[in-house]
């Protein structure tokens, strides 16, 4: 099934909010999402970040944008950052989302076996954009995603209209 970004972005963010993520991880997650889309990730990779809200690449990568960046002043163009382990399969993503020129970025391990992140950015440069008009998503990860953005749906009942919720009897035709 092909797909808007935009639509993509939105999808996954109500996912994460559906799976118990809080408002801007969950934004994140959803840009982050089309940017690994996009680069021909595994949809898995972004099933398994959703399945534990407590503990999970959504809730500890957006700090890793916010590290690459305060890194770049200490260090220069090039930076490695250390990472949890299963971080690694959304970590190229979520560098998709800094606004400096990313010239490369890799995944390797560290010698003690961790995963870590380098990278080779310009900071006085702003990122261009490079994500396609339209992203192939597999059935199964839209199916999932909708039903975990399901979550957030108010049941309908009459306390719930009269708080506002649904059309109102102006609407109704």
Not at 77 to 94: I, M, R, S
Not at 139 to 159: I, N, R, W
Request: proline letters at 8%; hydrophobic letters at 45%; glycine letters at 10%.
């Amino acid at each position: 099934m092909s797909f808007s970004a935009n639509e993509i972005a939105g999808l996954a963010q109500k996912a994460a909010r559906g799976a118990g993520f809080p408002p801007r991880q969950a934004e994140l997650f959803g840009a982050a999402a089309v940017h690994h889309l996009a680069g021909g990730g595994p949809p898995a990779a972004l099933d398994r970040a959703l399945a534990n809200a407590t503990d999970s690449p959504v809730l500890r990568l957006p700090l890793l944008i916010e590290d690459v960046l305060r890194a770049l002043t200490l260090t220069g163009p090039e930076v490695t950052l250390t990472l949890q382990p299963g971080d690694e399969a959304l970590a190229l993503a979520y560098t998709g989302l800094i606004n400096i020129q990313v010239d490369w970025a890799r995944i390797d391990q560290s010698e003690d076996g961790l995963p870590r992140l380098t990278l080779c950015a310009r900071s006085d440069t702003p990122a261009r954009p490079r994500l396609p008009a339209r992203i192939d998503v597999p059935a199964e990860l839209v199916a999932h995603f909708g039903q975990l953005a399901s979550e957030t749906y108010v049941a309908s009942s009459g306390a719930s209209r009269d708080a506002g919720a649904g059309a109102g009897n102006i609407d109704n035709d």
